[in-house]
Every structure is written in structure tokens, then in C-alpha cells.
T-cell receptor
């Protein structure tokens, strides 16, 4: 599975959009981009995933560049409860194994 | 619908003792996984299963064994616990490939 690169941390103001970047320059054609988050020390929570097209659900939007070498997770209206570590993961889907890096710590400030 | 349930939530072991962590899911998922997470790190895959009766090694399998005798349960065993196995253990399940994985709340294990 391709590796991902994320900044270690970022912050945003409550109520504003949080745009979390991820680079995956070695992604191959059959690999999906997944985003999970981990709040405090709880189990990771699925957010969204996509292959080529942009995706949106009730939690977030996922924007994947045309060359698929990077993506952005958008939380449209960040709240204090969105403070967490966010993991960008690229997976071929083979056995649905997920390889977690260190993620990006998002801090939402009042 | 409880999702993924891990038992126990906390445990302290002495070096050399054995124990089994239980993961149960009620979603009829085919795939199940065991991860460990050390402080400040992402999760690392220990073992996984793609269906009842099957198991496979992940990234860090040494010192652990697993069994999937029933589809809904995935057991992780430590035969002789070592301090290096002090960690938080997470179980996860997924319906099929390229679908979301559901995680349990974790088991905090300390080996002294």
C-alpha cells in the first residue's frame, strides 16, 4: 500500500472550515483514500473514503486531486468536539488492511 | 446493536503470564483485525482474519496468537506476556473490502 504524508498538526477556529491535507504521491490505480479520526484515546472512527471522485457525507467532504497524488479532508463547520488525530490512509482493499501513520492532530479553538 | 465489543477494558499482567483478549462483533462482518497502539504512535496491525476459521499475520505478529472459531469472535492470545507488550489493543471489523471498518473501544494492557 502507498504511504501517506501529513503535517503533524494544525488548528482552526470553531465554526470555520478545517482543511486537512494529505500527500500520497505513490498511490496506484486500485488504491482508495480513507480518513479516520481518533478522539483522545478512543477507538478510531471512520469518516469517509474515495477512489477517484470527490465524496461527501454527513461528516465531511473528501477532495481528491485529478492525478490522485493528494487529497484534502474538509470539515465544513469545525466544533470543539472535532479536536482529534486524523489519519489519512491509502489501502488497496486487499483484505481491507489499514496502515496507520502518526496522523495530523487537529485542534479546534473557541 | 453493540457494534464491536472488547473484553476486558483494562488488565495488568505480570511478566510471563498469559491472557486472552476477546473481540465480539454483532454486524455479521467477514473481516476482523487486531491492532496495537503505543504512546504517540499510529495503530499497527498484529493479526487479521478474512473469515471464520482463517487467520493471517499482520505487521507485528510476534508474541501473539489468534483464533476465529466463530464468525462473530476474534481472540488475541498472549502466551507469555512481556513488558514490550504493554499497549492499547484495538479490535476492528469490516463487512467486506473497501468498506468502513468499525473499531472497539480498546483494551489497555500493562505488563509489569
Amino acid at each position: 500500500d502507498a504511504k501517506t504524508t501529513q503535517p503533524p498538526s494544525m488548528d482552526c477556529a470553531e465554526g470555520r472550515a478545517a482543511n486537512l491535507p494529505c500527500n500520497h504521491s505513490t498511490i496506484s490505480g486500485n488504491e482508495y483514500v480513507y480518513w479516520y479520526r481518533q478522539i483522545h484515546s478512543q477507538g478510531p472512527q471512520y469518516i469517509i473514503h474515495g477512489l477517484k471522485n470527490n465524496e461527501t457525507n454527513e461528516m465531511a467532504s473528501l477532495i481528491i486531486t485529478e492525478d490522485r497524488k493528494s487529497s484534502t479532508l474538509i470539515l465544513p463547520h469545525a466544533t470543539l468536539r472535532d479536536t482529534a488525530v486524523y489519519y489519512c490512509i491509502v489501502s488497496s482493499g486487499a483484505n481491507s488492511k489499514l496502515t496507520f501513520g502518526k496522523g495530523i492532530t487537529l485542534s479546534v479553538r473557541p | 446493536n453493540a457494534g464491536v465489543t472488547q473484553t476486558p477494558k483494562f488488565r495488568v499482567l505480570k511478566t510471563g503470564q498469559s491472557m486472552t483478549l476477546l473481540c465480539a462483533q454483532d454486524m455479521n462482518h467477514e473481516y476482523m483485525y487486531w491492532y496495537r497502539q503505543d504512546p504517540g504512535m499510529g495503530l499497527r496491525l498484529i493479526h487479521y482474519s478474512v473469515g471464520e476459521g482463517t487467520t493471517a499475520k499482520g505487521e507485528v505478529p510476534d508474541g501473539y496468537n489468534v483464533s476465529r472459531l466463530k464468525k462473530q469472535n476474534f481472540l488475541l492470545g498472549l502466551e507469555s506476556a512481556a513488558p514490550s507488550q504493554t499497549s492499547v489493543y484495538f479490535c476492528a471489523s469490516a463487512r467486506q473490502t473497501n468498506t468502513e471498518a468499525f473499531f472497539g473501544q480498546g483494551t489497555r494492557l500493562t505488563v509489569v
